[in-house]
């Protein structure tokens, strides 16, 4: 963890409003990261507009990471995202959005992934038509967050392809499973042991396993009941719901105790 990272996650996997300079550095000793690693680490990050000062010693996420941060907070209305799936398909095509940038390409793709596409043939990005934003909605989510403002997002009620060409298999739906299932069972086991830890310890673990599990959860496709178990999907959601408030009580008690 540096400095850095550790600020981000501060700010935008726990959700954290705003917090001040001093609660940087004692966050940072909970990971053994020096105090002017700390300091330095916001300096930057101001600089780069992903902080803005809200008053002396006082930080609140900057404009530059806001459409990332909403997406990251996102995690918890998951449920609220998809619709039963009629069996028709959301389309991206880029073939005419160029590959020669690649901070761009790096972008397009994340942003993509982050909404459940999958790249079915080179340049051209799918996903079951499960979502309930409407394709002008989904469009500017993704341009908000890295997409090309060029790119352009079809609904497609059906599809003819080769023999052996399914879009249902562009996604790794066992091992998704089986990651909800280590997730869960990681933040019920240290749910269950939690108050037994030492104050830094059991700060850094709700940091460390609730950033873990958002991820997952963000970066998850949000595939229909069709495809994918989501009933078990939706057992992690509601587990790190409970695991992210005892995680803010936690983090709270220890800023008092450090200052």
């Given amino acids: 963890m540096t400095g850095r990272g550790l600020i981000l996650s501060l700010m935008n996997a726990i959700g954290t409003r705003q917090m001040t300079a001093a609660q940087f550095v004692a966050a940072g000793n909970a990971f053994g990261i020096e105090d002017s690693a700390m300091r330095m680490a916001a300096t930057r990050l101001t600089k780069e507009g992903l902080l803005e000062s809200a008053g002396r010693g006082l930080y609140v996420s900057g404009a530059g990471s806001r ?86 997002l079809f609904e497609l009620g059906d599809y003819a392809a080769p023999d052996g060409v399914d879009f249902r298999t562009l996604w790794d739906v066992e091992g998704l499973q089986a990651r909800y299932a280590e997730a869960l069972a990681a933040i019920e086991t240290s749910a269950a042991r939690i108050d037994s830890l030492p104050l830094a310890e059991a700060a850094r673990e709700t940091l460390l396993l609730g950033q873990a599990a958002i991820r997952l959860i963000n970066l998850d496709p949000l595939l229909p009941e069709e495809m994918v178990d989501s009933a078990l999907r939706a057992s992690l959601v509601a587990a790190m719901q409970d695991y992210e408030a005892r995680g803010q009580e936690i983090w709270g008690r220890y800023y008092r105790e450090a200052g």
């Fill in 67 to 152: 459409p990332l941060r909403d997406q990251v907070r996102g995690w918890r209305r998951v449920g609220g995202r998809t619709k039963p799936w009629d069996g028709g398909w959301l389309a991206v095509p880029a073939g005419n959005l160029g590959r020669t940038d690649r901070k761009q390409l790096a972008a397009r793709s994340q942003a993509l992934k982050l909404h459940g596409f999958a790249e079915a043939e080179p340049d051209l990005w799918v996903r079951p038509a499960n979502l309930t934003a409407g394709l002008r909605d989904l469009r500017a989510e993704l341009v908000a967050i890295g997409l090309d403002d060029r790119a352009m």
